[in-house]
């Protein structure tokens, strides 16, 4: 099957009516003759106009996961396919559905267990602090995670997180 077929059907009709909601029907005047047989006289000198009836590819986009959507795709993935796009998005979730151990018991669902982003920031923050137990005190390093990151530790906290990069002093 072409590609362009995959278009045509109930599917096809149903976005070509949203993107007119959109940007509202476009009405094509009747003429007479084809092309430049038209019998208009002279050419626009602005260009031919039909560059300005194409479909923008946000609004395609956007037809892509409103078809999510219909289909009962929760908001926070909703929320992840306009951020990462509709093709990242499909690819994510190819490579997701592909993982066997990410199955549901009654194999109709994938079962996605992810760490919060927290505890990403977390970790980073804990190797930017050994970066710099080898140069600086537990003080100055507070005051750098302050400056750096915004965030407020204590001086004992930053000791223990810095222990395990400093050398032992004799």
């Known amino acids: 099957m072409r590609r362009h077929a995959k278009r045509s059907g109930w599917n096809a009709r149903m976005q070509i009516d949203w993107v007119d909601q959109v940007h509202g029907p476009t009405v094509v005047p009747a003429q007479q003759g084809v092309g430049a047989r038209q019998g208009q006289g002279k050419a626009s000198r602005r260009g031919g106009g039909y560059?300005?009836?194409?479909?923008?590819?946000?609004?395609?986009?956007?037809?892509?996961?409103?078809?999510?959507?219909?289909?009962?795709?929760?908001?926070?993935?909703?929320?992840?396919?306009?951020?990462?796009?509709?093709?990242?998005?499909?690819?994510?979730?190819?490579?997701?559905?592909?993982?066997?151990?990410?199955?549901?018991?009654?194999?109709?669902?994938?079962?996605?267990?992810?760490?919060?982003?927290?505890?990403f920031q977390r970790y980073q923050r804990n190797r930017f602090i050994e970066s710099l137990a080898p140069f600086l005190d537990n003080r100055q390093i507070r005051d750098r995670v302050k400056a750096d990151l915004g965030e407020k530790l204590t001086v004992h906290h930053v000791g223990r997180l810095a222990k395990r990069r400093r050398l032992p002093t004799e």
Request: net charge negative.
């Open 51 to 119: 560059l300005h009836e194409c479909t923008t590819p946000q609004v395609w986009e956007e037809a892509k996961i409103r078809e999510l959507a219909d289909m009962g795709m929760p908001a926070v993935w909703l929320g992840v396919a306009r951020e990462l796009g509709y093709d990242r998005f499909m690819a994510m979730w190819r490579i997701l559905d592909a993982a066997v151990e990410l199955r549901s018991d009654s194999d109709s669902m994938i079962e996605v267990k992810l760490r919060r982003f927290s505890s």
